[in-house]
């Protein structure tokens, strides 16, 4: 089986009925329709049918061992594709494990890799909209803007609380909100609950809900011994580079986050590569934007600049002290070229080339 998990309205329902079009004997069925779950509950598809495609299907009582008795009994020329916005390792406390019956691919918001002819212009949109694909494609900013609102009205009342038993409604929604504002700043837990007034763990569990429903994502500080890794500060992100609040630079930082996990995961999902994305931090300040990491190996360090004509002095540290392969990542950058054996590349260019 495979399953595709994503953001909410990231575009998997329109994926699966993309790849329904091309099969034929191919069967759609979401969850959240009455008339669908009828079938569901039946499995009352004809057995013929090549392709199944549940939608939504997490939402079903014991849908794990549902899935299992399905996968188990198919007939050998049937297919079974599976989407939904949360994360399956979330719901591994019940239920028979699926282990060995499905493959993971994860849908993340559009990418430049993705646009046709993408420019400095389509940069610019990606900035202002985010990737999503409804913002992103709306005739108007102010349409783009509407469809924010509802959208992060919608996480709140819906999502979050559909989700897990929030009892401070204003507490988690005032965490969203202030983390909108601290993109690509360490984040500190006892700072975030102080501002929030409640405790840390209550504040760590916040901010876990918000990453298992892929709003936001963390990028914790890279070092050998994994355990130390996540004690240190993490930074945060956004799925939606559209919901940061700041100024451009942070809002570049943000895309750019975004489409390095968008390219690793891919990565791990279609070639099986452990891959994560990190940060570099020293106790003396001295700081890089990312770190992409493949197989516990340290593949490239990235500095995110909107406009400079050399490259950082952190990065030329981290390049010189550990032989690490880095570049620089400029938005306003007229010409490529080498400095110091340190690539400066102009962010249109470098997006673009992600495979994804």
């Known amino acids: 089986m495979v399953f595709i998990t994503g953001p909410r309205q990231v575009g998997k329902t329109y994926l699966a009925q993309a790849i329904r079009a091309g099969i034929e004997k191919s069967v759609y069925l979401n969850y959240d329709n009455y008339s669908h779950r009828d079938i569901i509950h039946q499995a009352a598809w004809l057995p013929e049918s090549k392709l199944l495609i549940f939608d939504e299907l997490h939402k079903m ?68 909209r985010g990737g999503f694909p409804e913002p992103y494609l709306a005739e108007s900013d102010d349409d783009a803007k509407r469809w924010r ?16 038993k929030v009892h401070d409604f204003k507490a988690i929604q ?56 996540l004690l240190k500060e993490p930074k945060i992100y956004f799925y939606d580079t559209g919901m940061v609040i700041g100024d451009e630079g942070v809002k570049l930082e943000n895309l750019v986050a975004v489409s390095l996990l968008k390219h690793l995961n891919w990565l791990e999902d279609s070639q099986g590569q452990r891959c994560e994305l990190r940060t570099l931090r020293t106790k003396e300040g001295k ?37 690490l392969p880095a570049m620089q990542v400029i938005k306003n950058l007229s010409t490529e070229r080498l400095v110091n054996g340190i690539p400066l590349r102009q962010a249109t260019t470098f997006l673009k080339e992600l495979a994804v």
């Not at 901010?207 to 050998?224: G, K, M, S």
């Not at 516990?296 to 995110?304: F, G, K, T």
């Open 61 to 128: 009582a014991d849908w794990k061992n549902y899935l299992k008795g399905i996968y188990d009994t198919k007939p050998p020329q049937q297919q079974i594709l599976v989407t939904g916005s949360a994360r399956l390792d979330t719901f591994r406390q019940s239920g028979d494990s699926l282990a060995g019956r499905f493959f993971r691919h994860r849908l993340n918001p559009l990418s430049m890799a993705e646009i046709p002819a993408a420019g400095a212009a389509e940069l610019d949109r990606l900035l202002l």
């Open 149 to 164: 609102l509802q959208y992060i009205d919608g996480l709140i009342r819906h999502d979050i609380l559909d989700f897990e």
């Open 174 to 229: 005032l965490t969203l909100d202030l983390l909108r504002r601290r993109v690509g700043s360490p984040l500190s837990w006892t700072s975030l609950a102080r501002d929030v007034n409640c405790a840390p763990n209550t504040i760590k569990r916040y901010v876990e809900i918000l990453e298992t429903l892929f709003i936001i994502f963390r990028v914790t500080p890279h070092h050998r011994n994994i355990a130390r890794s």
């Open 287 to 323: 700081e890089i934007d990312f770190v992409m990491v493949i197989d516990e190996v340290p593949e490239l360090i990235i500095e995110v600049k909107l406009s400079d004509k050399n490259p950082s002095p952190s990065l030329r540290y981290f390049q010189q002290k550990y032989s």
